[in-house]
């Protein structure tokens, strides 16, 4: 394996900031930069915008030896350092979120944000791949038109604007034929399913309504097991929202960049000398519980607090109480943003995975089954699956007692089955939400 050669093309910020933040966009399979064209822009108001190349694909050089997506992220990171940057954040669609997801892996201290677009840990199977890399060597990328439009784009794209589909399935004519195959041989070896567990990077996972490679069902269980994913879902795109959807892409990701640099202002910059990422939106685990910073004021912690609640609860439930607030129990919600919020759930000596196993744990000890649902749901957007979370009930039986678990399995029950409800009633919906 020899880390492969891509090139790629970088917009200036609009705003006139030369050291705006970089964003970097990866493609899909069978595409080129072109993918993102009209989705830049929108980006490019703030950001620095850095947009590749696979090897074979547009202005790429072809290659003949085989590589890894791990090896194409270690060239993307090539691509970065050679515009003296540090961190950046990254989006990619299909193949180019399977690198993102290597990169959080492997370089998780240069990523300040990664959007997964359509996309996976593993996605297909290694037979299907090296099926399709056989018969590209056979028959070229011509044989794949077909097909290609059937994945990528909803049932009335191509009627809607048939310009756009017939310049990306031309464009994958160009493909050079090996590179393209050796490519499908990496996807048939890539897999970072046990390593989501380990991702501290923010982390955004986007599906397209239509999309039948990568359904959004798979990107909301890619989501619940990376600690406090978030998702959202295009309406009317398939496998390649950005073409599609420009507009709604650029919209998600733009709300997405600006939430995490809020996180990263009042959490990650405010503390990073405490053991935080900065621009992280959930603290890393430190050998012991660091104090948090010197100078920090109530405004301060409250801030922060409002930041965490909402990233670990939600902005629904967060303004559904804000909005509840009457002069008796205005203090009390200061009280639990400043406190809970501000100044536990952000200090750095545990991860938010570890605070939601704790904080079920007394709930169920407590009795507390009002407060218990809301918690769950919690654990869930911290990174927790269905799955641990019953086995943190079923270990707390023991040391709380059997009624007391047996009440928390039928509030777990109910809130699992309130948020598959609302998962098949929100399929139009295009708005960040955490999974």
Known sequence: MTQPVILCTIESARNGDANAPLIV????????????????????????????????????PKTSAAFTLEEVADAVVGLVDSIDVDTFHYAGISLGGAIGLALAVKHPGRLASLAVLCSGAKIGTFDAWTDRAAGVRASGTPS?????????????????DPKAGAHALNQLLDIDDESYA???????????????GTIRTPVLCVSGEFDAVTPTTQLQELAARIPGA?????????????????????????????????????????????????????PRPTDAAAPLPAGRTAAS???????????????K????????????????????TRYAWGEIWTRPGLDRRTRSFLTIAALVTGGHEGELAMHVRAALTNGLTRAE??????????????????????????AFAGLDAAAENSSDDTTIRPS
Not at 146 to 157: C, I, K, M, N, Q
Not at 182 to 196: I, K, M, N, R, Y
Not at 322 to 327: G, W
């Open 182 to 196: 050796l490519a499908c041989e990496a996807l048939a070896v890539f897999d970072q399913t046990d390593a989501l």
């Open 144 to 160: 794949l038109i077909a097909g290609s439009a059937s994945r990528w784009f909803a049932p009335d794209f191509l009627g809607r």
């Open 317 to 336: 439930h967060v303004d559904a109480a804000t909005a509840a607030i009457t002069p008796e129990t205005a203090v009390f919600q200061d009280f639990i």
């Open 230 to 282: 978030a998702s959202a879902v295009i309406a009317g795109a398939a496998h390649l929202p950005s073409l599609e959807r420009p507009a709604e892409v650029g919209a998600i990701l733009a709300e997405w960049l600006a939430r995490v640099s809020a996180v990263s202002v009042h959490v990650g910059t405010g503390a990073a000398g405490a053991g935080l990422d900065v621009g992280s939106a959930a």
């Open 301 to 315: 912690a409250y801030a922060d607090g409002m930041v965490v609640r909402r990233a670990v609860l939600g902005d």
């Open 389 to 414: 979370i019953s086995e943190a009930i079923l270990h707390t039986a023991i040391y709380a007692g059997v009624p007391a678990a047996n009440a928390a399995f039928a509030v777990a029950r109910e």
């Open 25 to 60: 966009l990866g493609p899909s399979l069978g595409t080129t930069t072109d993918l993102w064209a009209s989705v830049v822009p929108a980006l490019a108001q703030s950001h620095r915008v850095l947009c590749f190349n696979l090897p074979g694909h547009g202005f790429s």
